[in-house]
């Protein structure tokens, strides 16, 4: 099977920082794919130059037989869409209307129709509030449609933001650490919600730190330390890896506590 | 780091001020009385003299015979009393549950607050006026008294719960009879306002609007109202059109007053041409008045005026169209090399082309470059406009009320304004709108999903141009000549001013913030001096105590559209249930993100 995502020796330096360190990583259509490490291994800046945030220092990403260029829109047209791990809602905007911002890059109303009130604009309009409404409720947020979005707990706004990015129909979904902060009964709601996801035919890449749902709902796990690959293989391999082991947790012996540069992963 | 302008992102959270006075619950009763007793004597002195001579606000020199000002501080007077006394009228029925329509406990402190406000600035008034304190007559000095043990006694009654009267089931025609009334009441304070000369009388008169909003507000009638108009919009805009439109007529043929009122249109569409820029996309532009002299400035050039360098004069129709154009060109320019910096040093940007159009505009009189706008001498003598063969400049009796000049222009800007109030709430409503408001809120986020931000932001800006262009067309015609030092950066800064005062992206709030900053100048010439000084103090005071504008965006009333006590319970509930845990410290998300 040819992937659907392809990154190629991507590889980000800050300065003198090498954030994310030459690597390859396919993700398969309709693949679950989950992406571990520790704090501050490079995952978070991995996705934004998957997604063109950033702009990497070198590799290319391939997906759907193109290659991606660093621009963030054109990442999204092309049907790639993202949550973030610190949640960016629009907050001043009600959750259907931030659900319907999923849907700008799938309509074409302009200045012009709008101001007119043209007929496209009114199909588009009604069209766009149907599938954001039926997404609202796919996340299971039918009721909350009109509360701002930062009025909302916290949990509600993680499937607000996957709502939203479900809405722009993409091909792949990045997920990062969708269960950040959350309860254990959220947890479970979200996991539930990520297999309905795959259910769709959407591929998933998805950064996490609960090891139970990464092992439990993913085809291939991928483990990210100090910026490279470590191992790149079914759950049960990567489970019983001892070098992720270690990675997460340290060896005993001979770690001089100075050896770590990078601990401080906020940028 | 958020990098959208730090004044445009201003966080709306205002939770709601802190209970005061619980500690002082159990002094509940006596306090009510001794309140009661305040507002007797609030009630009475207006039938006291309050100043020994009568040349101070409207003649309160006698006894007996209340002026209409004293009138007002004895309806502030009814009104305490009213919000004192009504719990020991208005019971529950037996057996039911108290249904909490209105919050008259906060009525109460309200209307104290403002009585005393009211008597301070009066008897300020008087005293500057008439110099030193011995100007005061009793009347005036019982006023303070009440008003002040008023204040003190009422900060001893509870709180009490919110407000319900937005959730009771009315009756459409009662909503839009409410909505009516509230509009020609606007109009009646307005033409009433209008008509006071007295510098100190105008002020004291805006007092006693301020602190009835106020206390409506507290008591509840205002949430009630804005739910009642936000389920009749139509009617809500019609009343408001029609008042606005049968303001002329009130005002019998004075040009005074109208020519106040055309300039007040002209800021305010103005100001919500810039609301698309600083209200939806959140891009400070604090160069915006350049736009409105390009199009008074093309209106100039292309007009008959003797002075016109161009000698074409297309019919204006054609003239609107090609000064909006020249505004949105100067759009384009400006904005697409700068639209790529953000924030402050967008806002820096914009201030400086506000003062490149001012400078070019000074030069281009034939001795550095061509002569095009005569310099500062600008374009005088731009005659009336003909349009369909009705002259502007001449007067008409209507209905048996002379309509002059003004009145006739301000007719033209009513419908320009209208014409650009649609413009803003059709793309406010429609995928561009959004487009907008998500760069605003989170422009990486919005990219993400992707939108064109670029494309957006330059079209913010070009078509906030094009609307103040055409407001300028009109401008030159009203102003009779264009000179380049009436597009200062003062100008800029007042819009701004204007638009978050009234609350950012709104219609109606910006509708108000902008009259008010054009008409308090207007109508305080005296103050003139102090007018930054209070404008200033003003916005201080708004961000601290309304970060959202007067009137908040509807995006954040959306929460209020229940019908009934049973879902008006169950989000009570409901927003108890979310807040209370994450004040129970449940880890408080960073949203400043670092993820790009
Ligand atoms: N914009 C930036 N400038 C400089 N350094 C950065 C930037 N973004 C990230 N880094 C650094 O890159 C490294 C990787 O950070 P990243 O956020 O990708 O980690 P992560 O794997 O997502 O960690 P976590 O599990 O905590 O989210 C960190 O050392 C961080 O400090
Ligand atoms: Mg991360």
Known sequence: MTALLSARDVTMKFGGLTAVNQVSLDVAPGEIVGLIGPNGAGKTTFFNCLTGMYQPTSGEVEFDGQLLPPKPRRVAMAGVARTFQNIRLFQNMTALENVMVGRYARTGTNAIDAVFRLPRHRREETETRRIAEEWLDFVGLGEAADLLSRNMPYGDQRRLEIARALALEPKLLLLDEPTAGMNPQETREAEELITRIRGLGMAILVIEHDMRFIFSLCDRVACLVRGAVLIDGAPETVQNDPRVIEAYIGTPVDVAPSADGEGDSDA | ?596
């Open chain 2, 1 to 596: 780091m958020n990098d959208t302008g730090s004044l445009v992102t201003l966080a709306p959270d205002s939770s709601g001020p802190a209970p005061t006075g619980e500690r002082w619950i159990r002094f509940a009763k006596p306090a009510r009385w001794i309140a009661i007793a305040g507002a007797v004597g609030v009630l009475a002195a207006p039938f006291m003299a309050w100043a020994y001579r009568p040349d101070a606000l409207d003649d309160v020199s006698f006894w007996g015979e209340p002026s209409p000002l004293q009138w007002f501080a004895f309806a502030l007077g009814l009104l305490l009393l009213g919000c004192l006394v009504a719990p020991f009228v208005i019971k529950p029925r037996p057996g039911r549950r108290p249904r909490r329509l209105l919050a008259f406990n906060r009525g109460a402190k309200a209307a104290a607050s403002g009585s005393l406000v009211y008597f301070a600035v009066a008897s300020a008034a008087i005293v500057l006026e008439l110099g030193g304190l011995v100007a005061l007559e009793p009347g005036a000095w019982a006023g303070l008294a009440g008003a002040l043990v008023a204040t003190v006694a009422t900060r001893a009654l509870p709180e009490g719960h919110d407000p319900r009267l937005q959730f009771l089931n009315t009756p459409a025609w009662g909503q839009i009879l409410g909505i009516v009334g509230a509009v020609a009441l606007v109009l009646f304070a307005a033409a009433y306002g209008l008509g006071q000369d007295g510098a100190s009388t105008f002020v004291t008169f805006g007092v006693l609007c301020g602190v009835g909003v106020y206390v409506a507000a507290r008591v509840g009638v205002m949430g009630w109202l804005s739910a009642a108009a936000a389920r009749n919009r139509r009617a809500l805009v019609l009343a408001a059109f029609a008042v606005a439109f049968l303001f002329p007529m009130t005002q019998d043929g004075s040009d005074a007053n109208m020519s106040i009122a055309v300039g007040v249109l002209i800021f305010a569409a103005t100001a919500m041409g810039l609301n698309i820029v600083v209200g939806l996309a959140g891009l400070l532009d604090l160069g915006y008045i350049a736009f409105l002299g390009a199009g008074a400035f093309t209106a100039a050039i292309l007009s008959r005026s003797a002075f016109a360098t161009l000698g074409w004069s297309p019919p204006f129709p054609v003239v609107v169209l090609i000064s909006g154009t020249v505004a949105a060109i100067l759009g384009l320019i400006i904005g697409s090399p700068t639209l790529r910096v953000s924030g402050d040093y967008l806002a820096i940007v914009t201030l400086a082309f506000g003062e490149i159009f001012r400078i070019t505009m000074n030069n281009l009189d034939g001795v550095d470059g061509p002569n095009l706008t005569r310099g500062s001498n600008g374009i005088p003598a731009i005659p009336d406009l003909e349009l369909f063969g009705f002259d502007f400049g001449e007067s008409h009796m209507i209905l048996g009320v002379q309509i002059g000049r003004f009145a006739n222009y301000y007719w033209l800007m009513l419908l320009v304004l209208a014409l650009i109030i649609l413009v803003f709430t059709n793309l406010n409503h429609s995928r561009i709108g959004r487009g907008w408001v998500a760069i605003r809120e989170d422009e990486r986020a919005a990219e993400a999903m992707g939108v064109n931000v670029f494309g957006l932001k330059l079209l913010a800006f070009a078509g906030g141009a094009f609307l103040a262009g055409i407001a300028g067309a009109v401008k030159a015609h009203v102003d009779v000549s264009v000179t380049p030092d009436q597009y200062i950066f003062m100008e800029s800064a007042f819009l701004v001013a204007g638009i978050v005062l009234g609350g950012m992206g709104t219609v109606g709030g910006v509708l108000i913030g902008a009259s008010i900053l054009k008409l308090l100048p207007e109508k305080l010439r005296f103050f003139e001096d102090y007018r930054l000084l209070m404008f200033g103090v003003l916005l201080v005071v708004m961000m601290r105590f309304r970060p959202e504008g007067l009137m908040p965006d509807e995006r954040r009333q959306l929460e209020f559209h229940a019908d009934d006590d049973e879902l008006a319970e169950e989000i009570g509930e409901n927003i108890e249930a979310h807040v209370i845990p994450s004040l129970a410290g449940a880890p408080e998300p960073d949203l400043k993100g670092d993820d790009a």
